[in-house]
Protein backbone atom coordinates (compact mmCIF):
# COMPACT_ATOMS: atom_id res chain seq x y z
CA UNK A 1 0.00 0.00 0.00
CA UNK A 2 1.68 3.00 -1.08
CA UNK A 3 -0.69 5.53 0.43
CA UNK A 4 -0.17 6.49 4.54
CA UNK A 5 -3.41 4.38 6.58
CA UNK A 6 -5.99 7.21 7.04
CA UNK A 7 -5.32 6.61 10.97
CA UNK A 8 -2.22 7.29 11.81
CA UNK A 9 -2.21 8.55 15.40
CA UNK A 10 1.30 10.12 15.61
CA UNK A 11 -0.45 12.71 13.11
CA UNK A 12 -2.77 13.73 15.85
CA UNK A 13 -5.01 15.27 13.51
CA UNK A 14 -6.49 11.75 11.78
CA UNK A 15 -7.88 10.13 15.37
CA UNK A 16 -10.94 11.81 15.23
CA UNK A 17 -10.78 12.06 11.03
CA UNK A 18 -10.15 8.93 10.16
CA UNK A 19 -12.86 7.07 8.49
CA UNK A 20 -13.16 3.70 11.47
CA UNK A 21 -15.13 1.64 8.02
CA UNK A 22 -13.64 -0.23 5.08
CA UNK A 23 -14.10 2.21 1.93
CA UNK A 24 -16.63 0.17 -0.29
CA UNK A 25 -15.26 -0.96 -3.87
CA UNK A 26 -16.85 0.53 -7.14
CA UNK A 27 -19.16 -1.63 -9.26
CA UNK A 28 -17.68 -2.27 -12.84
CA UNK A 29 -20.00 0.30 -14.93
CA UNK A 30 -19.10 2.70 -17.62
CA UNK A 31 -21.51 5.26 -16.65
CA UNK A 32 -19.57 5.75 -13.38
CA UNK A 33 -18.51 8.91 -13.13
CA UNK A 34 -15.62 8.71 -11.04
CA UNK A 35 -14.00 6.81 -13.85
CA UNK A 36 -14.19 10.39 -15.99
CA UNK A 37 -12.43 13.77 -14.81
CA UNK A 38 -13.12 17.98 -15.30
CA UNK A 39 -11.22 18.84 -18.65
CA UNK A 40 -9.10 22.27 -18.36
CA UNK A 41 -8.51 24.86 -20.57
CA UNK A 42 -5.68 26.87 -21.40
CA UNK A 43 -7.24 29.91 -21.22
CA UNK A 44 -8.48 29.22 -17.47
CA UNK A 45 -5.25 30.06 -16.13
CA UNK A 46 -2.43 32.83 -16.40
CA UNK A 47 0.60 32.50 -18.14
CA UNK A 48 2.51 33.86 -15.05
CA UNK A 49 -0.02 32.02 -12.42
CA UNK A 50 2.78 29.21 -12.30
CA UNK A 51 5.65 31.72 -11.62
CA UNK A 52 5.29 32.99 -7.81
CA UNK A 53 8.14 35.56 -7.79
CA UNK A 54 6.11 37.79 -9.95
CA UNK A 55 2.47 37.84 -8.66
CA UNK A 56 3.76 41.12 -6.51
CA UNK A 57 4.75 44.16 -7.30
CA UNK A 58 8.14 43.46 -5.92
CA UNK A 59 10.29 40.20 -5.54
CA UNK A 60 10.39 37.70 -2.44
CA UNK A 61 12.78 36.98 -0.38
CA UNK A 62 14.41 33.57 -0.27
CA UNK A 63 16.42 31.46 -2.61
CA UNK A 64 14.76 31.48 -6.13
CA UNK A 65 13.92 27.62 -7.28
CA UNK A 66 12.09 25.60 -9.90
CA UNK A 67 10.27 23.26 -9.88
CA UNK A 68 9.86 20.97 -12.59
CA UNK A 69 8.35 17.14 -13.78
CA UNK A 70 5.94 15.10 -15.14
CA UNK A 71 2.21 13.83 -14.52
CA UNK A 72 2.15 10.06 -15.34
CA UNK A 73 -0.99 7.77 -15.39
CA UNK A 74 -0.33 4.47 -13.56
CA UNK A 75 0.97 2.85 -16.92
CA UNK A 76 3.51 5.81 -17.18
CA UNK A 77 1.90 7.73 -19.94
CA UNK A 78 2.16 11.29 -19.30
CA UNK A 79 -0.99 13.02 -18.60
CA UNK A 80 -1.27 16.32 -20.94
CA UNK A 81 -3.20 19.49 -20.32
CA UNK A 82 -4.13 18.44 -16.13
CA UNK A 83 -3.93 21.22 -13.98
CA UNK A 84 -1.65 21.16 -11.38
CA UNK A 85 -2.01 23.83 -8.44
CA UNK A 86 1.02 24.40 -5.70
CA UNK A 87 0.43 25.87 -2.81
CA UNK A 88 3.74 26.62 0.06
CA UNK A 89 5.07 28.43 3.02
CA UNK A 90 7.27 31.58 2.32
CA UNK A 91 10.76 31.34 3.15
CA UNK A 92 11.06 31.98 6.62
CA UNK A 93 8.23 29.39 7.44
CA UNK A 94 5.32 31.63 7.23
CA UNK A 95 1.76 31.11 4.56
CA UNK A 96 -0.02 33.66 3.76
CA UNK A 97 -2.88 32.17 5.74
CA UNK A 98 -4.72 34.06 8.00
CA UNK A 99 -5.02 30.73 10.44
CA UNK A 100 -0.98 30.94 10.35
CA UNK A 101 0.14 31.98 13.91
CA UNK A 102 3.86 31.17 13.77
CA UNK A 103 5.69 34.29 14.54
CA UNK A 104 7.61 34.35 11.35
CA UNK A 105 7.72 37.39 8.84
CA UNK A 106 5.30 37.46 6.15
CA UNK A 107 6.48 38.79 2.92
CA UNK A 108 4.69 41.38 0.97
CA UNK A 109 5.68 39.61 -2.12
CA UNK A 110 5.04 35.98 -1.64
CA UNK A 111 1.84 34.59 -1.72
CA UNK A 112 2.80 31.09 -2.35
CA UNK A 113 0.11 29.43 -4.44
CA UNK A 114 0.28 28.98 -8.20
CA UNK A 115 -1.11 26.51 -11.04
CA UNK A 116 -0.60 25.17 -14.13
CA UNK A 117 -1.47 22.91 -17.33
CA UNK A 118 0.19 20.14 -18.12
CA UNK A 119 2.38 20.39 -21.85
CA UNK A 120 1.26 17.63 -24.22
CA UNK A 121 4.21 15.62 -22.57
CA UNK A 122 2.72 16.18 -18.99
CA UNK A 123 5.00 18.23 -18.24
CA UNK A 124 4.58 21.61 -15.61
CA UNK A 125 7.53 23.37 -14.07
CA UNK A 126 6.96 26.43 -11.63
CA UNK A 127 9.38 29.04 -10.57
CA UNK A 128 8.89 29.91 -6.84
CA UNK A 129 10.94 30.38 -3.62
CA UNK A 130 12.53 27.67 -1.33
CA UNK A 131 9.76 27.43 1.82
CA UNK A 132 11.10 27.55 4.90
CA UNK A 133 10.70 24.93 7.58
CA UNK A 134 7.89 25.67 10.24
CA UNK A 135 6.72 24.57 13.85
CA UNK A 136 3.12 23.39 14.17
CA UNK A 137 2.00 21.82 17.66
CA UNK A 138 1.37 18.20 16.60
CA UNK A 139 3.64 17.34 19.73
CA UNK A 140 6.33 19.15 21.69
CA UNK A 141 9.44 20.73 19.53
CA UNK A 142 7.54 19.41 16.23
CA UNK A 143 8.74 21.46 12.95
CA UNK A 144 7.90 20.67 9.31
CA UNK A 145 10.19 19.69 7.05
CA UNK A 146 10.28 22.07 3.99
CA UNK A 147 7.36 21.37 1.63
CA UNK A 148 5.34 22.32 -1.31
CA UNK A 149 2.05 21.28 -1.70
CA UNK A 150 0.47 19.64 -5.11
CA UNK A 151 -2.97 19.22 -6.06
CA UNK A 152 -3.36 16.91 -9.01
CA UNK A 153 -6.39 15.90 -11.83
CA UNK A 154 -5.84 12.84 -13.66
CA UNK A 155 -7.81 11.37 -16.30
CA UNK A 156 -10.52 9.78 -13.62
CA UNK A 157 -11.69 11.34 -10.80
CA UNK A 158 -10.77 8.57 -8.63
CA UNK A 159 -7.02 9.72 -9.97
CA UNK A 160 -7.29 12.74 -8.03
CA UNK A 161 -4.19 13.31 -6.10
CA UNK A 162 -2.86 15.71 -2.95
CA UNK A 163 0.60 15.46 -1.72
CA UNK A 164 3.41 17.02 -0.29
CA UNK A 165 6.58 17.45 -2.39
CA UNK A 166 10.13 17.64 0.19
CA UNK A 167 13.74 18.46 -0.04
CA UNK A 168 16.48 16.20 -0.39
CA UNK A 169 18.89 16.12 2.82
CA UNK A 170 15.81 17.89 5.31
CA UNK A 171 16.87 16.81 8.66
CA UNK A 172 13.27 17.19 10.03
CA UNK A 173 11.95 14.10 7.45
CA UNK A 174 12.39 11.36 10.14
CA UNK A 175 11.35 13.48 12.87
CA UNK A 176 7.91 14.48 10.59
CA UNK A 177 4.53 11.97 11.26
CA UNK A 178 2.89 13.26 8.50
CA UNK A 179 5.96 11.77 5.91
CA UNK A 180 6.50 9.16 8.05
CA UNK A 181 2.87 8.02 8.18
CA UNK A 182 3.90 6.68 4.50
CA UNK A 183 4.77 2.66 5.80
CA UNK A 184 7.41 1.92 3.20
CA UNK A 185 10.50 4.13 2.97
CA UNK A 186 10.87 3.40 -0.39
CA UNK A 187 7.14 5.29 -1.55
CA UNK A 188 8.54 7.91 1.26
CA UNK A 189 11.49 8.36 -0.80
CA UNK A 190 9.43 9.22 -4.07
CA UNK A 191 7.55 12.21 -2.45
CA UNK A 192 11.21 13.63 -1.67
CA UNK A 193 12.59 15.98 -5.02
CA UNK A 194 15.52 15.42 -6.60
CA UNK A 195 18.35 18.46 -6.81
CA UNK A 196 19.19 18.99 -10.79
CA UNK A 197 22.15 20.84 -12.05
CA UNK A 198 20.74 20.46 -15.41
CA UNK A 199 17.64 22.04 -13.99
CA UNK A 200 19.53 25.09 -12.48
CA UNK A 201 19.95 27.98 -14.27
CA UNK A 202 23.32 29.86 -13.95
CA UNK A 203 23.02 33.30 -11.90
CA UNK A 204 19.37 32.68 -11.60
CA UNK A 205 17.59 29.67 -10.00
CA UNK A 206 18.36 26.13 -8.32
CA UNK A 207 16.72 23.33 -10.00
CA UNK A 208 14.28 20.64 -8.64
CA UNK A 209 12.75 17.73 -10.28
CA UNK A 210 9.47 16.08 -8.94
CA UNK A 211 7.05 13.36 -10.86
CA UNK A 212 3.93 12.22 -9.98
CA UNK A 213 2.56 8.92 -10.68
CA UNK A 214 -0.98 8.77 -10.51
CA UNK A 215 -2.73 5.52 -9.42
CA UNK A 216 -5.17 3.22 -11.07
CA UNK A 217 -9.26 2.35 -10.39
CA UNK A 218 -10.23 -0.32 -8.22
CA UNK A 219 -13.39 -2.18 -9.76
CA UNK A 220 -15.40 -4.82 -8.88
CA UNK A 221 -16.51 -6.95 -11.92
CA UNK A 222 -19.76 -8.92 -11.44
CA UNK B 1 4.75 2.48 -12.02
CA UNK B 2 4.31 3.25 -8.26
CA UNK B 3 1.82 5.65 -7.46
CA UNK B 4 2.77 9.07 -5.43
CA UNK B 5 1.63 8.74 -2.09
CA UNK B 6 -0.63 10.64 -1.05
CA UNK B 7 -0.53 13.63 1.92
CA UNK B 8 -3.22 15.96 3.74
CA UNK B 9 -4.60 18.43 2.46
CA UNK B 10 -3.14 20.54 5.75
CA UNK B 11 -5.02 23.36 7.00
CA UNK B 12 -3.29 26.69 4.62
CA UNK B 13 -5.20 25.79 1.59
CA UNK B 14 -7.49 28.73 1.64
CA UNK B 15 -5.00 30.85 -0.27
CA UNK B 16 -4.27 28.53 -2.69
CA UNK B 17 -7.08 25.86 -3.90
CA UNK B 18 -10.56 28.30 -3.42
CA UNK B 19 -11.24 30.31 -6.69
CA UNK B 20 -14.27 32.90 -7.60
CA UNK B 21 -17.50 31.56 -7.67
CA UNK B 22 -15.55 27.72 -6.82
CA UNK B 23 -19.21 26.80 -5.38
CA UNK B 24 -21.57 28.29 -7.88
CA UNK B 25 -21.30 25.35 -10.79
CA UNK B 26 -24.47 27.49 -12.58
CA UNK B 27 -25.48 31.07 -12.32
CA UNK B 28 -27.77 32.43 -10.03
CA UNK B 29 -31.41 32.57 -10.99
CA UNK B 30 -30.46 29.34 -13.60
CA UNK B 31 -33.72 27.62 -14.42
CA UNK B 32 -32.65 24.08 -13.33
CA UNK B 33 -30.24 25.61 -9.94
CA UNK B 34 -30.44 23.32 -7.13
CA UNK B 35 -28.48 23.95 -3.89
CA UNK B 36 -26.39 21.28 -2.40
CA UNK B 37 -25.37 21.72 1.15
CA UNK B 38 -24.56 20.78 4.37
CA UNK B 39 -22.01 20.30 7.18
CA UNK B 40 -18.85 17.92 8.00
CA UNK B 41 -18.51 16.33 11.25
CA UNK B 42 -15.65 14.41 13.17
CA UNK B 43 -15.68 11.23 14.79
CA UNK B 44 -16.57 13.41 18.19
CA UNK B 45 -19.24 15.30 16.43
CA UNK B 46 -17.76 18.48 15.88
CA UNK B 47 -17.80 20.49 12.69
CA UNK B 48 -14.97 20.15 10.66
CA UNK B 49 -13.75 23.84 9.65
CA UNK B 50 -10.98 23.39 7.58
CA UNK B 51 -12.24 20.63 4.64
CA UNK B 52 -12.55 21.23 1.12
CA UNK B 53 -15.66 19.57 -0.68
CA UNK B 54 -15.31 19.12 -4.22
CA UNK B 55 -18.36 18.70 -6.67
CA UNK B 56 -17.82 16.37 -10.10
CA UNK B 57 -21.01 16.18 -11.92
CA UNK B 58 -19.58 13.82 -14.59
CA UNK B 59 -19.02 16.34 -17.97
CA UNK B 60 -16.52 19.25 -17.48
CA UNK B 61 -19.14 22.02 -18.63
CA UNK B 62 -19.58 24.90 -21.29
CA UNK B 63 -16.28 26.60 -20.43
CA UNK B 64 -13.37 24.32 -18.87
CA UNK B 65 -13.85 23.48 -15.73
CA UNK B 66 -12.69 26.38 -13.74
CA UNK B 67 -14.27 29.30 -15.66
CA UNK B 68 -17.05 31.02 -14.83
CA UNK B 69 -19.37 34.09 -15.48
CA UNK B 70 -21.16 35.42 -18.44
CA UNK B 71 -23.83 32.41 -17.90
CA UNK B 72 -20.91 29.79 -18.29
CA UNK B 73 -21.96 26.46 -16.39
CA UNK B 74 -19.43 23.94 -15.62
CA UNK B 75 -19.50 20.29 -13.59
CA UNK B 76 -16.95 20.97 -11.34
CA UNK B 77 -16.59 22.76 -7.99
CA UNK B 78 -14.86 23.64 -4.78
CA UNK B 79 -16.03 24.70 -1.36
CA UNK B 80 -14.13 25.29 1.55
CA UNK B 81 -15.80 24.32 4.96
CA UNK B 82 -17.14 27.63 7.32
CA UNK B 83 -16.07 27.64 10.89
CA UNK B 84 -19.20 26.07 11.31
CA UNK B 85 -18.24 22.88 8.95
CA UNK B 86 -20.62 24.07 6.81
CA UNK B 87 -20.54 24.32 2.73
CA UNK B 88 -22.95 24.89 0.17
CA UNK B 89 -22.83 24.19 -3.87
CA UNK B 90 -25.43 26.13 -6.22
CA UNK B 91 -25.01 23.28 -9.46
CA UNK B 92 -27.70 21.44 -11.49
CA UNK B 93 -29.09 18.06 -11.11
CA UNK B 94 -26.25 15.14 -12.40
CA UNK B 95 -27.46 13.54 -15.86
CA UNK B 96 -27.43 9.98 -13.94
CA UNK B 97 -28.58 9.31 -9.67
CA UNK B 98 -25.76 10.86 -7.92
CA UNK B 99 -23.22 13.53 -7.64
CA UNK B 100 -19.59 12.68 -6.97
CA UNK B 101 -17.83 14.53 -3.64
CA UNK B 102 -14.56 14.43 -2.60
CA UNK B 103 -13.22 15.29 0.94
CA UNK B 104 -9.58 16.98 2.04
CA UNK B 105 -9.05 18.41 5.40
CA UNK B 106 -5.90 18.09 7.67
CA UNK B 107 -6.04 15.40 9.60
CA UNK B 108 -7.45 13.49 6.21
CA UNK B 109 -3.66 11.62 4.44
CA UNK B 110 -5.74 11.08 2.07
CA UNK B 111 -8.86 12.39 0.53
CA UNK B 112 -12.24 10.73 1.11
CA UNK B 113 -14.71 9.54 -2.39
CA UNK B 114 -18.02 9.34 -1.83
CA UNK B 115 -21.81 9.68 -3.63
CA UNK B 116 -24.61 12.00 -3.10
CA UNK B 117 -27.73 10.43 -4.36
CA UNK B 118 -30.54 12.88 -4.52
CA UNK B 119 -33.37 10.10 -4.09
CA UNK B 120 -33.26 7.12 -2.37
CA UNK B 121 -34.04 4.58 -5.62
CA UNK B 122 -32.56 0.79 -7.03
CA UNK B 123 -28.92 1.48 -7.53
CA UNK B 124 -25.87 -1.37 -8.04
CA UNK B 125 -23.83 0.30 -5.31
CA UNK B 126 -26.75 1.32 -2.32
CA UNK B 127 -28.29 -1.90 -2.73
CA UNK B 128 -25.15 -3.74 -1.75
CA UNK B 129 -24.43 -1.58 1.09
CA UNK B 130 -25.40 -2.40 4.84
CA UNK B 131 -28.64 -1.19 4.70
CA UNK B 132 -28.10 0.26 7.71
CA UNK B 133 -25.52 2.39 6.11
CA UNK B 134 -27.37 3.35 3.08
CA UNK B 135 -28.74 6.39 3.88
CA UNK B 136 -25.80 8.02 4.54
CA UNK B 137 -25.35 8.79 0.76
CA UNK B 138 -28.53 10.04 0.27
CA UNK B 139 -29.65 13.89 0.92
CA UNK B 140 -32.40 14.75 2.21
CA UNK B 141 -34.85 18.06 0.80
CA UNK B 142 -36.81 18.06 -2.59
CA UNK B 143 -37.09 20.36 -5.23
CA UNK B 144 -34.45 22.84 -5.43
CA UNK B 145 -33.08 22.21 -2.22
CA UNK B 146 -30.96 19.43 -0.59
CA UNK B 147 -28.79 18.36 2.22
CA UNK B 148 -26.02 16.36 2.78
CA UNK B 149 -23.68 16.35 5.76
CA UNK B 150 -20.29 14.40 5.55
CA UNK B 151 -19.70 11.99 8.78
CA UNK B 152 -16.25 11.12 8.90
CA UNK B 153 -16.07 8.84 11.53
CA UNK B 154 -18.22 7.13 13.63
CA UNK B 155 -22.10 6.88 14.28
CA UNK B 156 -23.51 7.47 11.31
CA UNK B 157 -19.79 7.64 9.18
CA UNK B 158 -20.63 8.32 5.69
CA UNK B 159 -19.99 5.74 3.35
CA UNK B 160 -16.60 5.53 1.31
CA UNK B 161 -15.81 4.41 -1.98
CA UNK B 162 -12.49 2.81 -2.70
CA UNK B 163 -10.05 4.12 -5.15
Known amino acids: MTH ?78 TLVEIWQANSAGRY ?39 PWRNHANAWRPAHVHFSVFGTAFTERLVTQMYFPGDPLMPFDPILQSIPDAADRERLVSAFSMDLTEPEWSLGYSFDIVLGSTPLETP | MMPTPSQTVGPFFGHALPYLHDWELVPEGHPEAITLAGRVFDGAGEPVPDALLELWLGHTGDGGALR ?18 SYRFRTVRPAGPYLSVQVFARGLLRSLLTRVYLEDRPDPLLDDLDPARRSTLIATGSGDAYRFDVRLQGEGETVFLDF
Open chain 1, 4 to 81: PPYLSPAYRSTVLRAPSRAPVPFKADPDTIELTSPVFGHHEVGSLDCDLTRQHAGEPIGERISVSGRILDAAGRPVPN
Open chain 1, 96 to 134: AHQGDRHPAPLDPNFTGAGRCLTDDQGRYRFVTIKPGAY
Open chain 2, 68 to 85: RGDGLTSGFGRCATSPTG
